[in-house]
């Protein structure tokens, strides 16, 4: 479901012990330094009050965006989802995002200290809680498609504490004192991981179960996805929320966050996306992943500042990506 990041290295030179020695080394001392720098920024956010702490985070994000931490990489996926904006237009959109990541990441440290209630408190609003009856847990399986906008993690830890059971499918950061912090967080809030290359089983056990399996699909997914138009741009899209809705009969349910001024939430349910008959196999996975890519791209129409631009989002060339039939 999502590509091996291996099979970039296949056309690189070979290195030699040496280079892949010091290679390891920088990469060591760089995670060390991101590490630091995480543990750090939560200790002084936890001296501070929550709305002193959030604007903490957005100030965190107006720095990195004037130091131009992955600042190309944010403008180019604007021009390309938003070829008609000026560069005023898009230079205020990409200092926005920036603030919303600050924002989110503030968040998300300070989420587990939060007391009974608080969480509640933030949240502003449920749209479309009509279709709540699908995602009751016990009653019938269902597949969360999600994507990184407003704060994803904190929508995932309220519908945990209200008692959902939720599984989330994650691809683990290359940061691993960073990945083992994100999923001790993840699991205090009530949220399980299944990781990419644990296989289907547990996945689809889970959601006959009864319980909801929840997909961040708006990653780049390499050679293993299909081209799919996000945009009018192909994108390689991973087929994982496809393939269980189609193995399992669950429907594809698109949640998303969004942030309502500066520290409150509110999350969009759009209507179920139904596991699809009458088709072949090919076929219907890729009607499936158009309908949810579909959704995730009227809900960042509106509330383009709060989309996390930084992902290389169009970066596989979509002649090489597979078909709905390839290995997954």
């Given at each position: 479901?999502?590509?091996?990041?291996?099979?970039?290295?296949?056309?690189?030179?070979?290195?030699?012990?040496?280079?892949?020695?010091?290679?390891?080394?920088?990469?060591?001392?760089?995670?060390?330094?991101?590490?630091?720098?995480?543990?750090?920024?939560?200790?002084?956010?936890?001296?501070?009050?929550?709305?002193?702490?959030?604007?903490?985070?957005?100030?965190?994000?107006?720095?990195?965006?004037?130091?131009?931490?992955?600042?190309?990489?944010?403008?180019?996926?604007?021009?390309?989802?938003?070829?008609?904006?000026?560069?005023?237009?898009?230079?205020?959109?990409?200092?926005?995002?920036?603030?919303?990541?600050?924002?989110?990441?503030a968040e998300y440290i300070?989420?587990?200290?939060?007391?009974?209630?608080?969480?509640?408190?933030?949240?502003?609003?449920?749209?479309?809680?009509?279709?709540?009856?699908?995602?009751?847990?016990?009653?019938?399986?269902?597949?969360?498609?999600?994507?990184?906008?407003?704060?994803?993690?904190?929508?995932?830890?309220?519908?945990?504490?209200?008692?959902?059971?939720?599984?989330?499918?994650?691809?683990?950061?290359?940061?691993?004192?960073?990945?083992?912090?994100?999923?001790?967080?993840?699991?205090?809030?009530?949220?399980?991981?299944?990781?990419?290359?644990?296989?289907?089983?547990?996945?689809?056990?889970?959601?006959?179960?009864?319980?909801?399996?929840?997909?961040?699909?708006?990653?780049?997914?390499?050679?293993?996805?299909?081209?799919?138009?996000?945009?009018?741009?192909?994108?390689?899209?991973?087929?994982?929320?496809?393939?269980?809705?189609?193995?399992?009969?669950?429907?594809?349910?698109?949640?998303?966050?969004?942030?309502?001024?500066?520290?409150?939430?509110?999350?969009?349910?759009?209507?179920?996306?139904?596991?699809?008959?009458?088709?072949?196999?090919?076929?219907?996975?890729?009607?499936?992943?158009?309908?949810?890519?579909?959704?995730?791209?009227?809900?960042?129409?509106?509330?383009?500042?709060?989309?996390?631009?930084?992902?290389?989002?169009w970066t596989t060339r979509?002649?090489?990506?597979?078909?709905?039939?390839?290995?997954?």
């Amino acid at each position: 479901m999502v590509g091996n990041a291996a099979d970039n290295s296949l056309s690189q030179p070979p290195q030699s012990g040496h280079e892949e020695k010091r290679t390891g080394s920088l990469k060591a001392i760089q995670y060390w330094v991101e590490w630091a720098l995480l543990v750090a920024f939560r200790r002084v956010l936890t001296l501070l009050p929550w709305p002193i702490a959030i604007a903490t985070g957005a100030a965190v994000g107006e720095i990195a965006y004037r130091l131009g931490i992955r600042r190309k990489v944010v403008f180019t996926n604007l021009a390309l989802a938003f070829p008609d904006w000026t560069h005023d237009q898009r230079r205020r959109v990409a200092r926005q995002s920036y603030r919303n990541a600050g924002r989110t990441l503030a968040e998300y440290i300070l989420l587990p200290s939060l007391r009974p209630g608080q969480l509640e408190q933030i949240v502003e609003q449920v749209e479309g809680l009509g279709y709540a009856d699908l995602v009751e847990a016990g009653r019938k399986p269902v597949i969360v498609l999600t994507g990184h906008i407003g704060n994803w993690e904190l929508m995932g830890a309220h519908f945990a504490r209200m008692g959902y059971s939720l599984k989330v499918f994650a691809k683990p950061l290359h940061n691993p004192r960073i990945e083992s912090a994100l999923l001790h967080t993840r699991r205090s809030l009530g949220l399980d991981v299944l990781y990419t290359g644990e296989g289907l089983k547990p996945a689809v056990r889970h959601l006959r179960e009864g319980g909801i399996l929840v997909f961040l699909a708006d990653q780049d997914a390499r050679k293993a996805g299909v081209a799919i138009s996000f945009f009018g741009k192909p994108a390689s899209t991973a087929l994982g929320p496809a393939v269980f809705a189609q193995l399992t009969r669950a429907p594809i349910v698109p949640v998303f966050a969004i942030r309502v001024g500066t520290s409150r939430h509110r999350f969009v349910i759009f209507p179920p996306i139904q596991p699809l008959t009458g088709l072949d196999r090919n076929a219907a996975l890729e009607q499936l992943t158009r309908s949810h890519v579909e959704a995730l791209e009227s809900i960042i129409r509106q509330h383009p500042e709060q989309y996390f631009w930084f992902h290389r989002r169009w970066t596989t060339r979509t002649d090489k990506t597979a078909g709905p039939s390839a290995p997954r």
